[in-house]
């Protein structure tokens, strides 16, 4: 019989290329779907999914949608992903931002627990927890310290799913993942807003591109092999948390300096620096060392940098055109 999976925040970036994936190896798969958006299906329908999958209308801040949700698709793995994923936004919405992104976690652990403890659960952590790094390399026992209200909350459900894991034996795994990009990212994010621009730059829609601190630098990866991880985490024996990374860290000028390359333009003639976009506590660099998801998953990128960015950069340019 084929496994059955909920996702919850399953139109994100992360939830379509899960729900994709999933799909392949012969899932039923279920989505989570919170009315926030006017929307929120769009990545679905742009990687062909919207009719092999489930939509239950539900809430991780309403447990007992979460219940109803969990009944409903006969889950075995439940893959949370549901979140307010903009760093900046945090500052703006940091009680929301708990609401969800800690508490939401919460919620569905102890849905699960009285429900089926047998289900396994997986947890989206993030590279955002260690902040201010501690270890020029991040990996699974770097200490944490959030520099952002989101960084704080994902913390806080990172935590909870260890204590569940711990407390009640549940099969709970966190990924710690770092940056991971794609078409299907959020336009507040830097990278698509960069690709995006570059797209709009070499059309002749736009002229310039706004900034914040472009020396910062990041691990970034493609959202595409990432869930990959995921999904091997849920199939080991027992569950554990793991960095997911590429290893290599490169400053947002040089991932600007890709794409502005790719249609031959340079980031010098059209990048402003603006001190609005300026973090109030700024996370300067991100490098994870994914030796344990290697060692234990066998779990390794596949996508490098450039061909992210120059794969973002071709999407946007179709998708301006079309405009």
Not at 68 to 94: D, G, H, I
Not at 209 to 219: A, E, F, M, T, W
Not at 267 to 275: A, Q, S
């Amino acid at each position: 019989m084929a496994k059955s999976a909920l996702i919850t925040g399953i139109t994100g970036q992360d939830g379509a290329y899960l729900a994709k994936l999933l799909l392949e190896k012969g899932y039923e798969v279920s989505g989570l779907l919170a009315r926030r958006a006017s929307d929120t299906e769009w990545r679905l329908r742009e990687l062909g999914l919207q009719d092999d999958i489930q939509i239950i209308f539900g809430d991780v801040t309403d447990v007992s949608s979460l219940f109803r949700a969990l009944k409903t698709s006969k889950a075995e793995e439940v893959y949370n992903l549901a979140a307010q994923s903009f760093v900046a936004t945090s500052w703006e919405q940091p009680l929301l931002t708990a609401k969800v992104d800690a508490l939401g976690t919460a919620n569905l652990l102890e849905a699960i627990r009285m429900f089926d403890p047998g289900i396994r659960f997986y947890q989206a952590s993030t590279s955002e927890m260690f902040g201010l790094a501690q270890a020029d390399r991040q990996d699974e026992s770097t200490p944490f310290y959030p520099r952002s209200p989101y960084g704080v909350a994902k913390l806080y459900s990172h935590w909870i799913t260890v204590n569940y894991r711990e407390s009640f034996g549940m099969h709970a795994s966190s990924g710690i993942l770092f940056n991971h990009e794609s078409p299907l990212r959020g336009i507040q994010f830097v990278t698509r807003k960069v690709t995006d621009a570059v797209a709009r730059i070499k059309l002749g829609k736009q002229r310039e591109l706004r900034l914040g601190n472009i020396d910062s630098k990041r691990d970034w990866g493609y959202a595409g092999d990432y869930v990959e991880a995921m999904w091997l985490m849920l199939q080991q024996e027992t569950g554990d948390d793991y960095v997911v990374a590429t290893g290599r860290t490169t400053t947002v000028r040089d991932m600007c300096r890709i794409a502005f390359g790719h249609v031959g333009l340079k980031l010098e003639d059209h990048v402003i620096i603006d001190p609005k976009f300026f973090r109030p506590a700024e996370v300067d660099v991100l490098l994870g060392n994914p030796a344990k998801a290697k060692a234990k998953l066998g779990w390794e990128p596949k996508t490098s940098l450039e061909d992210l960015i120059t794969m973002m950069v071709d999407a946007d340019l179709r998708r301006v055109a079309c405009e």
